[in-house]
């Protein structure tokens, strides 16, 4: 009896997992050619699936995978809430992947594959333009139909689900513009992702538009980082204005600001991203970008739907209204 393995005949084959699962569960759904060239291994291995397996497969529901960088994110928990609710009207199961900071994206996104889901929800949007690429092509390849949720890019034919970011960062800078800042910093993140590119590129524009000289000072989300970072801040420079690119940041920074004599919003304006929780009990209270995030992931999961489907979709690129949620921080 031969102990192939699905591994062994993937590789021999030079298909992914998920193309060996396809040919075995649902071979209409994989080109002939392919198919023939995979089943070719079998017979050339002997490779044997698990009969009880294959069964299970046969019955299983659709499984979406999301796949997020970190769940104690508040954006990221409001995003799920809306998935879920569109997930469970349809039944289906959902596995959730963590791709933290730092970790390999590749071998990350092998696993997922691996898992053999139906259809990916990408939720983070702390990606580099060369990981958007990345994924892209893993999925595309292996034939998953996936959704970028929050996350920018300009490739036309990536589906998205998304904010105008730049129209945003745009706004809120003129915001405190309009309100006699000259001096507005945009604290944005060391690392760079493609969010907040847009965010900065909307800042940017924005500064320009008015003479203004735009400055952007980069340190990290981890409070723990950013804190040192703004505590010696203000022996160094003249601001009237700060936007940051997480309401987190943007509340790390109030703190420290009024720590040192600064008076908000008097002699210093301060606004955030997201308008998540922190935005609601900072205090002053942090006047934010308001980014539906429940709706994006209720949109996202329906755009999925569609494309699990195989209909057609007029529009994969789906921008959905902000506003600015106002408080007493400027």
Do not use: W
């Given at each position: 009896m031969s102990n192939a393995t699905i591994y062994d005949v993937a590789g021999a084959a030079g298909v992914s997992l998920a193309t060996v699962s396809r040919v075995l569960n649902s071979p209409e759904k994989v080109k002939e050619e392919t198919r023939q060239r995979v089943l070719k291994v079998i017979k050339e291995l002997g490779y044997r699936p698990n009969v009880i397996a294959r069964g299970l497969a046969s019955r299983k529901t659709t499984t979406v995978g999301v796949v997020i960088s970190d769940v104690t994110r508040a954006s990221v928990a409001q995003m799920l809430s809306g998935i879920l609710d569109i997930a469970n009207k349809y039944n289906y199961s959902i596995k959730l992947f963590s791709i933290p900071e730092g970790a390999d994206v590749l071998d990350a996104l092998q696993n997922i594959v691996a898992e053999q889901v139906d259809g990916v929800l990408y939720l983070n949007d702390e990606l580099s333009d060369r990981d958007v690429e990345l994924v892209k092509k893993m999925f595309t390849d292996n034939n998953i139909p996936f959704v970028f949720a929050n996350v920018a890019t300009s490739d036309p034919i990536v589906p998205t689900v998304s904010i105008d970011y730049v129209k945003a960062g745009y706004e809120i800078?003129?915001?405190?513009?309009?309100?006699?800042?000259?001096?507005?910093?945009?604290?944005?993140?060391?690392?760079?992702?493609?969010?907040?590119?847009?965010?900065?590129?909307?800042?940017?524009?924005?500064?320009?538009?008015?003479?203004?000289?735009?400055?952007?000072?980069?340190?990290?989300?981890?409070?723990?980082?950013?804190?040192?970072?703004?505590?010696?801040?203000?022996?160094?420079?003249?601001?009237?204005?700060?936007?940051?690119?997480?309401?987190?940041?943007?509340?790390?920074?109030?703190?420290?600001?009024?720590?040192?004599?600064?008076?908000?919003?008097?002699?210093?304006?301060?606004?955030?991203?997201?308008?998540?929780?922190?935005?609601?009990?900072?205090?002053?209270?942090?006047?934010?970008?308001?980014?539906?995030?429940?709706?994006?992931?209720?949109?996202?999961?329906?755009?999925?739907?569609?494309?699990?489907?195989?209909?057609?979709?007029?529009?994969?690129?789906?921008?959905?209204?902000?506003?600015?949620?106002?408080?007493?921080?400027?």
């Amino acid at each position: 009896m031969s102990n192939a393995t699905i591994y062994d005949v993937a590789g021999a084959a030079g298909v992914s997992l998920a193309t060996v699962s396809r040919v075995l569960n649902s071979p209409e759904k994989v080109k002939e050619e392919t198919r023939q060239r995979v089943l070719k291994v079998i017979k050339e291995l002997g490779y044997r699936p698990n009969v009880i397996a294959r069964g299970l497969a046969s019955r299983k529901t659709t499984t979406v995978g999301v796949v997020i960088s970190d769940v104690t994110r508040a954006s990221v928990a409001q995003m799920l809430s809306g998935i879920l609710d569109i997930a469970n009207k349809y039944n289906y199961s959902i596995k959730l992947f963590s791709i933290p900071e730092g970790a390999d994206v590749l071998d990350a996104l092998q696993n997922i594959v691996a898992e053999q889901v139906d259809g990916v929800l990408y939720l983070n949007d702390e990606l580099s333009d060369r990981d958007v690429e990345l994924v892209k092509k893993m999925f595309t390849d292996n034939n998953i139909p996936f959704v970028f949720a929050n996350v920018a890019t300009s490739d036309p034919i990536v589906p998205t689900v998304s904010i105008d970011y730049v129209k945003a960062g745009y706004e809120i800078t003129k915001l405190l513009i309009d309100q006699g800042c000259k001096d507005i910093y945009l604290l944005s993140t060391a690392r760079r992702y493609s969010v907040n590119d847009k965010k900065e590129e909307g800042y940017t524009k924005a500064m320009l538009d008015a003479g203004l000289e735009p400055k952007i000072f980069r340190t990290s989300g981890d409070t723990a980082i950013n804190k040192p970072h703004f505590e010696t801040f203000f022996a160094n420079v003249n601001v009237d204005g700060a936007i940051a690119v997480r309401d987190s940041i943007a509340v790390s920074f109030l703190n420290i600001a009024i720590n040192n004599g600064k008076v908000v919003p008097q002699n210093l304006k301060v606004a955030g991203f997201q308008n998540t929780r922190y935005a609601a009990l900072s205090r002053p209270g942090l006047t934010s970008i308001d980014i539906p995030v429940y709706d994006i992931g209720a949109v996202s999961m329906r755009l999925l739907t569609k494309l699990m489907q195989s209909k057609d979709v007029e529009n994969t690129r789906i921008i959905l209204p902000h506003h600015i949620f106002k408080r007493e921080s400027i």
